[in-house]
């Protein structure tokens, strides 16, 4: 039994004649009547009676109609659904993002994604990398775009896409605010709040402690906007990505002595075939025009 055999039951069932049936399903009524007579031999009985020019669905052939009906819409509804997924007419996409990425950086390019391709509706994921690392090789979400203070595994295929440097927050009238940046070992003895989800925290820490800095750890969170918030208010200092800075109030300037920059990345499974939503946000993704760091605009014209 296959879909056919019940494509022509159902046109035999609506023309109550083998020829029109043919014509309808455009086959031969030879092809026609053979393939019916192969579905009354796997249902184990007549489905029509063949009056001459009258046809009638026999009991047996009346109680199936419901059924076979219904795997033919089913069946419909499903090359329906999967025409509108390939088409991106109603496909869902989950992209994981770093939670320490600043917002600011991705307007213009979902607000764009957004425009191109309105049949995709695209989920955010956040998380730090370690976990949005695990999403992706469960194919809990389709990509990711994070950073590493450490190289990926080889099991990902990563796309630079923009770098950024950390640089110092405080709040205005801190005593820093008169430096146009900012030399790591001008900190010791500050209050500081921790950033708890920071990918960079120990690397940032370690230098602090080759330098002999000493930080008081005042306050420690997991939300961005808490900790800067904190900062406005005077509570203490933060070293954050230079396009995480949202809170308005918020003062900040460039790490020095070292400088400490990372690289934000599109990550995906390496050798996984994407789906077509998941292909056309990686392609939007590899073309957007990424702003470039104000320090990275300074060198490039003081180059020229």
Same mark, same amino acid.
């Given at each position: 039994m296959?879909?056919?055999h019940?494509r022509?039951?159902?046109?035999?069932?609506e023309?109550?004649?083998?020829?029109?049936?043919?014509?309808?399903c455009?086959?031969?009524?030879?092809?026609?009547?053979r393939?019916?007579?192969?579905?009354?031999?796997?249902?184990?009985?007549l489905?029509?009676?063949?009056?001459?020019?009258?046809?009638?669905?026999?009991?047996?052939?009346?109680?199936?109609?419901?059924?076979?009906?219904?795997?033919?819409?089913?069946? &419909? /509804?499903?090359?329906?659904?999967?025409? #509108?997924?390939?088409?991106?007419?109603?496909?869902? %996409?989950?992209? =994981? *993002?770093?939670?320490?990425?600043?917002?600011r950086?991705? &307007? /213009?390019?979902?607000?764009?994604?957004? #425009?191109?391709?309105?049949?995709?509706?695209?989920? %955010?994921?956040? =998380? *730090?990398?370690a976990s949005?690392?695990?999403?992706?090789?469960s /194919?809990?979400?389709?990509?990711?775009?994070?950073?590493?203070?450490?190289?990926f595994?080889?099991?990902?295929?990563v796309?630079p896409l923009?770098r950024?440097?950390?640089?110092l927050?405080?709040?205005?009238?801190?005593?820093?605010?008169?430096?146009?940046?900012?030399a790591?070992?001008?900190?010791?003895?500050e209050?500081?709040?921790?950033?708890?989800?920071?990918?960079?925290?120990?690397?940032?820490?370690?230098?602090?402690?080759?330098?002999?800095?000493?930080?008081r750890?005042?306050y420690?969170?997991?939300?961005?906007?808490?900790?800067?918030?904190?900062?406005?208010?005077?509570?203490?200092?933060?070293?954050?990505?230079?396009?995480?800075?949202?809170?308005?109030?918020?003062?900040?300037?460039?790490?020095?002595d070292?400088?400490?920059w990372?690289?934000?990345?599109?990550?995906?499974?390496?050798?996984?075939r994407?789906?077509?939503?998941?292909?056309?946000?990686?392609?939007?993704?590899?073309?957007?025009?990424?702003?470039?760091?104000?320090?990275t605009q300074?060198i490039r014209?003081?180059a020229?």
């Amino acid at each position: 039994m296959d879909i056919h055999h019940i494509r022509y039951f159902l046109a035999v069932c609506e023309t109550r004649n083998f020829t029109r049936a043919g014509e309808k399903c455009n086959v031969t009524q030879p092809a026609l009547s053979r393939a019916i007579q192969q579905l009354e031999d796997e249902v184990g009985g007549l489905l029509f009676r063949r009056e001459r020019n009258l046809t009638h669905l026999t009991d047996l052939g009346a109680l199936l109609r419901p059924r076979f009906q219904q795997i033919l819409d089913e069946l &419909t /509804g499903v090359r329906q659904e999967a025409s #509108r997924f390939l088409c991106l007419e109603n496909a869902n %996409l989950k992209v =994981g *993002v770093m939670c320490t990425i600043g917002p600011r950086r991705f &307007t /213009g390019l979902l607000a764009d994604f957004n #425009r191109r391709q309105q049949g995709i509706q695209l989920q %955010l994921v956040e =998380g *730090v990398p370690a976990s949005l690392s695990q999403l992706l090789e469960s /194919g809990e979400i389709d990509v990711a775009i994070m950073a590493s203070s450490n190289s990926f595994p080889e099991r990902f295929d990563v796309t630079p896409l923009y770098r950024e440097r950390f640089v110092l927050a405080f709040p205005n009238g801190h005593r820093l605010a008169r430096n146009d940046n900012v030399a790591i070992a001008e900190l010791d003895g500050e209050n500081y709040l921790r950033r708890l989800n920071c990918e960079y925290r120990d690397h940032l820490a370690g230098l602090c402690n080759d330098r002999g800095v000493k930080l008081r750890i005042s306050y420690a969170s997991e939300r961005e906007d808490w900790i800067q918030n904190m900062v406005s208010g005077g509570l203490g200092i933060c070293f954050i990505p230079e396009f995480s800075a949202v809170i308005p109030g918020l003062q900040v300037r460039p790490v020095i002595d070292p400088e400490v920059w990372r690289e934000v990345s599109l990550v995906v499974v390496a050798g996984r075939r994407f789906s077509p939503a998941a292909s056309a946000f990686v392609n939007s993704v590899k073309a957007h025009g990424w702003p470039e760091s104000a320090l990275t605009q300074a060198i490039r014209k003081t180059a020229a």
